[in-house]
């Protein structure tokens, strides 16, 4: 399964992108929303997981833009809370944009190993082959981490 990976934090990203990949998933990685974005655009990912809280583009509004753009795609929204927004607020705030699932931070690998089992059926993988950029399907994720 293609996995793109957002988050500003360098560790999270390099941490799950090691999990993932020891799973057997094709991995990319973006610091924010907005290289999410150019990344999904780019090469389409089957699931994409999220930080909620980032900068330049956090994830809240990365949700909504992947739901008008990639309606198809599966979302797992992940946050450990801020003083501005706690944990509970921040996972019912994500379920309203449309995730699929949400996480608390830090992460417990078996519960995300559900999460992805859950959102991972026949018709997600092929959700983004609606996308007008479909074609590009077949190329490998690209590696930033």
Known sequence: ?????????????CFLEALLCSWGHEVATADNGRT???CQRT??????????IMPEQDGL???????????????IAMSGGTPVMDMESAIR??????????????????ILRGALSAVSTPRVL??????PDAHT?????????
Do not use: N, W, Y
């Open 1 to 13: 399964m293609r996995i793109l990976v957002v988050d500003d934090d360098a560790v999270t990203l």
């Open 36 to 38: 999410c974005m150019t």
């Open 43 to 52: 090469t389409p990912a089957d699931v994409v997981i999220t930080d909620i």
């Open 61 to 75: 509004a990365t949700i909504a833009q992947l739901r008008r753009e990639f309606p198809g795609v599966k979302v």
């Open 93 to 110: 705030t994500a379920h309203l944009m449309g995730a699929d699932a949400v996480l608390p931070k830090p992460l417990d690998t078996d």
């Open 126 to 131: 092929a959700a983004t082959a609606s996308h």
């Open 137 to 145: 399907l077949a190329m490998p994720l690209p590696k930033l981490c």
